[in-house]
């Protein structure tokens, strides 16, 4: 029915800061080029990875306009809309329609714990205000909202408003991810937010991982995904080995600053700076990210 949706590597982007934690616009031009470049297969900014809550509303639907401007529809672009109400929630959605995305990600809400009567409403809240031929995913991440979408919730989702296509879950519970995809209705088109279970997520029967090391180590994703389509499947278990052994080594550092310290490493971004409170990393574990990038880059065959 739609066009463009998100399936394969999918890139929860970061948003590049200048020193004083402002949006820097020239590296998130320079961030969608190269993830175009990269033949990552979506765009999924103003997330978890975008620091978007530690974000204006301004800023997140500025950062949504400067990303739409630069990608100009050459990868699908949703714009994650989950905000701390629902009337902002709603207008981020709004906004995502009228700057041409071709859809958007809705977070649950965050740190007030809410029933599934609660959850449906804030999702039907924000559905019922847009066109619907607009493709909507969910996005349950219960570790860092404390609300969890149910299987049971999604479909009734689902049943109720067409447009509601999929789930973005990020949380490493296989068991869960079948019972999103076990219905006699339509089945939902997820993707997992764990890099360690990408394999896995696919061949369970889901379309694809939402990565933010993906942005990265692309060239290893990509092929991982390239290799599932392909029947390729002792290629793509050799692949996902290796992204779970950098998986492991990146253990302990903080995601956000992680990312950016390797995108600034890899020449896309200007700074790794982070907005508060998230810290600056340390040296010693700027050494680490140092050689996991080195050691990539020799694997690969990147000149580094």
């Known amino acids: 029915m739609y066009e463009k949706r998100l399936k394969g590597v999918v890139i929860p982007m970061i948003t590049p800061m200048n020193e004083d934690s402002t949006v820097d616009d020239d590296s998130l031009k320079n961030f969608v080029n190269f993830l175009v470049e990269a033949k990552t297969d979506a765009l999924y900014p103003n997330g978890t990875n975008g620091e978007s809550l530690l974000m204006s509303q301004a800023e997140r639907e500025h950062i949504a306009e400067v990303i739409a401007e630069a990608n100009d529809h050459r990868l699908p672009l949703f714009i994650q809309c989950g905000s701390m109400t629902t009337a902002e929630t709603a207008s981020h959605a709004q906004h995502a329609v009228k700057i041409g995305a071709d859809g958007i990600g809705v977070m649950s809400p965050a740190f007030f714990g809410m029933d599934e009567e609660s959850l449906f409403q804030y999702y039907a809240a924000v559905i019922k205000k847009l066109p ?35 789930i973005k879950y990020s949380n490493p519970n296989l068991m869960r991810v079948e019972d999103y995809l076990n219905t006699d209705c339509r089945v939902p088109e997820l993707l997992i937010g764990c890099d360690s279970l990408f394999l896995q997520c ?29 029947g390729d499947f002792q290629g793509a278990m050799e692949t996902q080995k290796k992204i779970v052994e950098t998986d492991r080594k990146l253990a302990g550092i903080p995601g956000i600053p992680a990312l950016k310290t390797l995108l600034k490493m890899r020449g896309v971004i200007r700074t790794d700076v982070c907005r508060a409170p998230h810290r600056p990393l340390t040296d010693a574990e700027k050494q680490v990210l140092a050689e996991v990038y080195a050691e990539y880059c020799k694997e690969e065959g990147i000149n580094g």
């Open 132 to 166: 619907m031929d607009f493709p909507v995913y969910v996005y349950n991440i219960p570790g860092c909202t404390t609300n969890d979408v149910s299987p049971a919730l999604l479909h009734r989702l689902m049943a109720t408003f067409e447009n509601v296509v999929g």
């Open 202 to 230: 696919l061949t369970t029967g889901g379309v694809g991982t939402v990565t933010g090391p993906g942005s990265v180590f692309y060239e290893r994703f990509n092929r991982l995904y390239r290799q599932f389509q392909e």
